[in-house]
Every structure is written in structure tokens, then in C-alpha cells.
Nanobody, 124 residues
Framework: QVQLVESGGGLVQAGGSLRLSCAAS????????MGWFRQAPGKEREFVAA???????TYADSVKGRFTISRDNAKNTIYLQMNSLKPEDTSVYYC??????????????????WGQGTQVTVSS
């Protein structure tokens, strides 16, 4: 059974930092794309960052320069380092994984597995 488990969310003041982790089990995703998405109340799920199996990455314009996605294939884990957080970054953050392909993917409909989400709240 495939599981993606996010951790590292919490409450932080504006300007602060958090590091999210997403640990996969039940399958090795080291050779496939993975990504981070977020969803605020009343809004659609939106793309945040994605990474290919070999480490190339892309970001939403709203987080570019502040967030960094990375992966440790040996640990079957991806990370999202979030710096200079803003109140508008408040959301539930989800990690996602594909079970095919090589390059990063920004469309949530193309992902095969999802985590349960972790809440990030940024106070002003």
C-alpha cells in the first residue's frame, strides 16, 4: 500500500521559515516526479513546486525565490523549504507522486498518489 506522509507544518509568524517533509512508503519514487501543492479554504488546489527524478525543478511564481524543493532518493522523501513566509501562504500543503515519467509535472491531475496534507498557518 502506497503512502505519502507529510510533516513539518505549523504556525509561524510572517517572515519566518518552515521545512515540510514528505516520506513515501510502499513504493520507490526515486525515479519519478514528485510535487507540492496547496489548498486554502474555499479555493482550488494550486501548484507550488515540482521536481523531476534527477532534481530539476520548477515553482509557482508566487513562491519563486522563497521556497526550495529538494529530494533525497535514498530516503524516498521530498522536502519543501519555505522561507520569508507570508500570510497568503497559509494553506494545507499536499505532496504528490507520479508512478511514471521523468520530468516535473505541474498539473495536479497527472499525479497518481497524494498525501493527507499538513497545515501551514502564517500569522501577520
Amino acid at each position: 500500500q502506497v503512502q505519502l506522509v507529510e510533516s513539518g507544518g505549523g504556525l509561524v509568524q510572517a517572515g519566518g521559515s518552515l521545512r515540510l517533509s514528505c516520506a513515501a512508503s510502499g513504493r520507490t519514487f526515486s525515479r519519478y516526479p514528485m510535487g507540492w501543492f496547496r489548498q486554502a479554504p474555499g479555493k482550488e488546489r494550486e501548484f507550488v513546486a515540482a521536481i523531476s527524478w534527477h532534481g530539476s525543478n520548477t515553482y509557482a511564481d508566487s513562491v519563486k525565490g522563497r521556497f526550495t524543493i529538494s529530494r533525497d532518493n535514498a530516503k524516498n522523501t521530498i522536502y519543501l523549504q519555505m522561507n520569508s513566509l507570508k500570510p497568503e501562504d497559509t494553506s494545507v500543503y499536499y505532496c504528490a507522486a507520479k508512478d511514471s515519467g521523468y520530468y516535473y509535472v505541474t498539473d495536479p491531475n497527472e499525479y497518481d498518489y497524494w498525501g493527507q496534507g499538513t497545515q501551514v498557518t502564517v500569522s501577520s
